[in-house]
């Protein structure tokens, strides 16, 4: 398929990085990019993971899709799951723009939106007006800046939007509400993991279907942290983690003169911290939690990265703006052929392949 992109880019990057964005899912839409990726995929990319079965294991990550909007263009995109949010109960405004940084030269973005999103009603309506046949998707929930109750707004958010979606994400990592990342810590964490899943267990008992729940948690992590983590993790009943968020870090290497900026940052740069933290956390879990591994995510390779520290599943969000949606495809193209070229019959059989596979 001719990947137009390269033609557009300079367009696109002329707009500030918020308005370009906002035209982006104003034309996916509107359906102006038609079908965007291959739909068919190398059957080594199958996978099942807490009960989903997925056609390839590369999702579109939480943020770019705040208000569950394109959720079916970004499976024409060729991406094998979503994710959309995060979504707060009441609409929220965000921070003043400017809020979104490209660093073009480390193939970075900052970004300090804040949870800028329409809020669960607008968000549930989306959900509703889904076709059958939308594959797969997780719902990311957030707390509102001014809530006086934050672990309640997740329980909201569940309860809201339960069986709408095939899975719920706990965003307990964005950098840009203040305090929330101190939810990940222990006595935190546990608390909201018991009500969450207490959520779930209501509904179930009503008849509702079982329906996964992920942790997102944030590269910035001490390793005390990590192991906390992962004994709630693995004594709850959580379904997975997903590692990682943006940092808060910036790293000596960045170039671009908005390294500066405020905010979370994401893309190129954060490859290496992010995978880190994921080999440390399956090491952590003793591979006993599926893992979806994000931060950095350029490649096939790094995909493969991904995979090879612990991750049964990936997402990228920051390679787009530098790449454009054919990325997915040739992700897929080189992840299946690194996969094939070691072996591997499928992806689960590399999960944390390059780690000591170590079971505790
Ligand atoms: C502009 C922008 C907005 C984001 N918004 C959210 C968000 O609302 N919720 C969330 O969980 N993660 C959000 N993220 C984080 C991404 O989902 C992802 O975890 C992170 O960017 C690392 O992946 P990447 O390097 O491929 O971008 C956002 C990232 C970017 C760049």
Known sequence: MLDLFPLVRPFVHALDPESAHNATIKALKLGLTGQLGRNTDDPVLETTVFGLSFKNPVGLAAGFDKNAEVIVPAHKMGFGFAEAGTVTPRPQEGNARPR?????????VINRFGFNNKGLEYFEARLRALPANRGIFGANVGANKDSEDRTADYVTGIKRLYGLSDYFTVNISSPNTPGLRALQSKAALEDLVGQVLEARQEKMAAGAKFIPVLIKIAPDLLPADISDIADVARGSGIDGLIVSNTTICRPDTLLSDK?????????????AQSTEVLAAVYKATGGAVPLVGAGGIASGADAYAKIRAGASLVQLY????YDGPGLVSTIKRDLAALLKADGFSSVRDAVGAGTSRQSS
Not at 100 to 108: E, I, M, N, Y
Not at 318 to 321: D, E, F, G, M, N
């Open 100 to 108: 979104l940084f490209r660093l073009t030269k480390d193939r970075a």
């Open 259 to 271: 390294r500066a900026e405020a905010g979370g940052l994401s893309g190129a740069p954060l490859m």
């Open 318 to 321: 920051s390679a787009l703006v």
